[in-house]
């Protein structure tokens, strides 16, 4: 190992549906976080880990912070927030191709009253035109002090490398906090009930997606080395019930097939799926449904 080793902790912070977890997952190089084209899909700090020889970054993706309606966008607000207080650097994500709006006035306010770096990283870059790139970074010079401004394309990877060598630049010397091999701190468990989670959201319709969680009941390991998975879809009415599941069970059969495929790839071994849909109404409003999900007030 190289004298000087240098780690820390960059906050991913950013308007819902801005790339947050494409570029995480991008970084990392496999599928940590789930990708959707409905905003507001991340809900816990996720925790990407980047090593090299000289140094580890670990990512945290933070849900989009926006306005919430109920104690479910209470948690992620409060968790995207608290992120803030906990990193070396901010990583502030804007979608290049979206005007200014009260969202990232709301971030930027946020992001006043800390002494961490803040770097502004446009994404999407490769969906406008050079000269409308220029104006969106002048106008974001005038509002904020930032560190750094990188333009990227998370989904395409363009001046992803530059900006991990400048995080790099940022980090004083420390400690590899995990092993060079480990991509995220999450266990096993959490990651399955999300990829799960975001086919149910590729697959249906808007009425879905905010009122769903993926609880991961049982994992357990057959002779041969296959992987048995029990887990439950949890929907807030009988109606969304009945769409999830579909005509004769295809919308389920369709949901476990794709989950199956990308949990065969992280575990790196066959799986037999089990999904079952049940229905908790208004879970999204009880700390006791919260907490029983994995959305814990003692996380914030």
Request: glycine share 6%; proline share 4%; no cysteine.
């Amino acid at each position: 190992m190289n004298k000087e080793f240098k780690s820390g902790f960059a906050a991913l912070i950013g308007r819902p549906n801005a790339g947050k977890s494409t570029l995480l997952n991008h970084v990392i190089g496999e599928k940590i976080a789930i990708m959707s084209d409905k905003p507001q899909t991340t809900r816990n700090k996720i925790q990407g880990v980047y090593t090299t020889s000289d140094s580890q970054i670990v990512f945290i993706d933070t849900p989009g912070i926006h306005k919430p309606k109920h104690k479910l966008g209470d948690f992620m607000v409060q968790t995207a927030v608290q992120a803030l207080q906990e990193v070396d650097i901010i990583l502030f994500l804007v979608d290049a191709a979206e005007k200014y709006g009260p969202g990232e006035e709301f971030i930027i306010n946020k992001l006043k009253g800390t002494s961490t770096p803040v770097f502004l990283v446009i994404n999407k870059v490769d969906q406008i035109h050079p000269d409308k790139l220029l104006e969106k970074i002048e106008q974001y010079r005038q509002l904020a002090d930032f560190a750094e401004i990188i333009p990227i394309s998370a989904l395409h990877g363009n001046n992803v490398e530059t900006l991990l060598k400048q995080i790099t630049q940022y980090l004083e010397e420390g400690p590899q906090y995990y092993p060079e091999d480990q991509i995220t701190d999450h266990p096993e468990r959490f990651v399955v009930s999300e990829l799960i989670r975001e086919k149910v959201l590729h697959l249906t319709t808007d009425e879905i997606p905010h009122s769903i969680a993926v609880t991961v009941e049982q994992i357990k390991e057959r002779e041969g080395g296959a992987v048995y998975i029990s887990a439950v879809i949890i929907v807030e009415r009988s109606s969304q019930k009945g769409i999830i599941i579909g005509k004769q069970g295809r919308m389920l059969k369709e949901i476990g097939q794709r989950a199956r495929q990308d949990i065969e790839t992280l575990l790196g071994s066959k799986v037999f799926l089990d999904l079952w849909v049940k229905v908790q109404k208004d879970w999204r409003n009880s700390q006791y449904q919260l907490n029983e999900h994995g959305y814990k007030e003692d996380e914030y």
